[in-house]
């Protein structure tokens, strides 16, 4: 019974992520539409982020703050993703006390 459930679950959760594969590339989509489509996996993203960002350090969360500001300068100066990870790292090291 519960490989049934499992199954099915698996099914459920998998339709909704393979279906919009196929489907759009059929679809005239206006330019409103492609671009809101393409900010989906940076809302994603900061939705994933920025909680953890606040609960980095308990008690303390402008050290979270700074780590974040870190990574956001050092991506806003095109640096590669693991020195912006990196940076925002060692900046909460830094101000935590090691």
Request: zero cysteines.
């Amino acid at each position: 019974m519960i490989l049934w459930a499992i199954a099915g679950m698996s099914i459920v959760t998998l339709l909704p992520r393979i279906v919009p594969v196929f489907i759009m590339d059929r679809l005239n989509l206006p330019n409103w539409g492609r671009r809101w489509l393409a900010a989906i996996p940076y809302a994603a993203l900061g939705a994933l982020i920025v909680p953890g960002i606040f609960t980095v350090i308990e008690g303390k969360p402008w050290i979270g703050l700074a780590g974040g500001a870190a990574a956001v300068v050092t991506a806003w100066l095109r640096a590669p993703i693991m020195v912006s990870v990196l940076i925002a790292i060692i900046t909460v090291l830094l101000l935590n006390g090691i």
